[in-house]
């Protein structure tokens, strides 16, 4: 079958390989096949600097899905163990900003550039003040803070928070672009623990394509109370930011977003891992006590982060903040968006290398149940970046029993909203099959941009698809609340709420782990998983500039997986 979409001067040509013996085609449902098929009629659009594969030959598509049962993936890149670990690790600068009258301010422009991503291979990529992804904004609990960013790109875009609890009109959600060749500035202070935030655009339709380009960078709430309790805290030294994040690569370098019709639908995956922005990375770090700050900043893809001999690290910190007291675990499950902070120990390590790794394979059976939902990498275990244990640095640090106190929300009273998802998955993936007739989406952006098939949006919560003009929910300022997710399809998905901190309640009844009873933003719903959150609604946010609620598979948000709510 073939199509043609256009977008930005570029035609994107695309031919799918029917019986191709390596495809995935043949392994799908045959309701499933014909609604992927109805896909590449309206293949995503991607900002013009990503490669989509043009046609070669028998067409870039035939040849990307006969990759994908290869050990090579589907890039055609050199396997991707011959150049692991030869890299260090790139630390991003750590932004402080410039104080002005008790201001503190920072800016930040959105650029393209070309970054070596993986050795060998120039890959033209966007970044913040730089080629691919951003520096860090550090930024002081209950300091104001000014933040400029502007937009060197040749599209519009918004830039988003995540886990900041600002009002909405501060929030840089899809409300809020930004043209190109102009700015927008945000004002505003932060009160809330200090944690491990992050940031990325949110741009209607476009927030995929976009951060999957490079435009990501953590924010830092600095409340100081990681150094009084004499945690690791020296930046690049035994405080190390590890933002994780997959990309598929052409051979000549170009991200190739979107070009396997059938399963990136599902959640944009890549083959090749990078650690802030390089692949498999290495770094020094000294025999004690380490800090990573772990961030999934991946569009798709959960990692199940473990060391590779297997050793017990502690949990510090959840997306929001400081946990009551370090957790103990061996691996740590983490969806898009979330973070978590842990500390390693390797005070008898020194001379000795350690590998962070994915144990994907040991958890692929929570995400998903179909081979579409897991890619070959879901099903094992994979590398990420190499620990090279050196000298100590003479300031070893501690590991406190206590880390903080967590408020008890009043939730025996509150409320319960009521959210399901809809994901499209193995029978069960399509809105229009399930007996709910809501016609097709009407907002399938300028010149059918959507995500979504055919004018149809694919992934929904409460039955409904995002539209930028309706708000789902009221909140009042203020009140506390439980939002109740039910996943009863078959794949995991990442809810993230804009605006607040909350606590998991319950995961299917259950008390969730240990390191999940601390403050967070962004909670994996495991398929077939019923997950309670609490929280109390802080800030305000009007219809004009309301809160996003959504899943943080970027496709899924970017496909109708996302709601609006107002509150005050
Ligand atoms: Cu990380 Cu609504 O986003
Ligand atoms: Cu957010
Ligand atoms: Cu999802």
Partial sequence: MKSTTQFQNHTISSEATEGTPQ?????????????????????????????????????????????????????????????????????????????DNGVRRYSLRAQSGVSTLVDGASTPTWGYNGAMLGPVLSIPRGQPVHITVGNALAQSLTTHWHGAIVPG?????????????STLDYRFT??????????????????????????????????????????PHTWGVDDIPVVVQDRRIAANGQLLYMTETMRDLMGMKGD????????????????????????????????????????????????????ARPAVARALLLGPGERAEIVVDLSRDQGRALTLQSRSGEVAHLLGSSPDDSDQWDLRTFDLLKLLVARPTGAPASLPATLADI???????????RIT?????????????????RGAAPNSGPGGMSLGIAGQKLFSMNHRFFD???VDQHVL????????????????????????????????????????????????????????????????????????????????????????????
């Fill in 23 to 99: 495809s995935d085609d043949h392994r799908m449902q045959p309701e499933r096949r014909r609604v992927l098929r109805m896909a590449s009629a309206a293949l995503l659009s991607a900002p013009a600097l990503i490669g989509i594969a043009r046609a070669q030959g028998g067409g870039a598509m035939s040849m990307t899905m006969k990759g994908m049962s290869s050990e090579r993936g589907t890039s055609g890149m050199p396997p991707r163990t011959a150049a692991a670990f030869r890299r260090a690790l790139a630390i991003p600068p750590k932004l402080t900003g410039e104080l």
């Fill in 169 to 181: 009109d501060a929030d840089g959600g899809p409300h809020s672009p930004i043209q190109p060749g």
């Fill in 190 to 231: 932060l009160d809330q623990p200090g944690a491990t935030l992050w940031y990325h655009p949110h741009t209607e339709y476009r927030t995929g394509a976009q951060a999957y380009a490079g435009l990501a960078g953590m924010l830092l709430v600095d409340d100081g109370i990681d150094r009084k309790l004499g945690l």
């Fill in 272 to 323: 090749r891992f990078l650690v802030n922005g390089r692949e498999q990375p290495y770094v020094e770090v000294p025999a004690q006590r380490v800090r990573l700050r772990l961030l999934n900043g991946s569009n798709a893809r959960s990692y199940n982060f473990a060391l590779d001999d297997g050793r017990p690290f502690n949990v510090v910190a959840s997306d929001s903040g400081l946990l």
């Fill in 407 to 417: 408020e008890a929300l009043p939730l025996t009273d509150a409320p319960v909203r």
């Fill in 421 to 437: 998802l809809q994901g499209m998955s193995s029978g069960a993936m399509m809105p229009m099959h399930d007996g709910v007739d």
């Fill in 468 to 470: 930028m003009r309706i």
């Fill in 477 to 568: 300022l203020g009140s506390v609340e439980i939002w109740e997710f039910s996943n009863n399809r078959e794949m995991a998905h990442p809810l993230h709420i804009h605006g607040v901190a909350f606590h998991v309640v319950s995961r299917n009844g259950n008390p969730p782990p240990e390191w999940e009873r601390g403050w967070k933003d962004t909670v994996l719903v495991r398929r077939g998983e019923t997950v309670r959150v609490g929280m109390r609604f802080t800030r305000p946010a009007d219809a004009a500039h309301p809160y996003m609620f959504h899943c943080h598979i970027l496709e899924h948000e970017g496909n109708g997986m996302m709601g609006q709510f107002t509150v005050g």
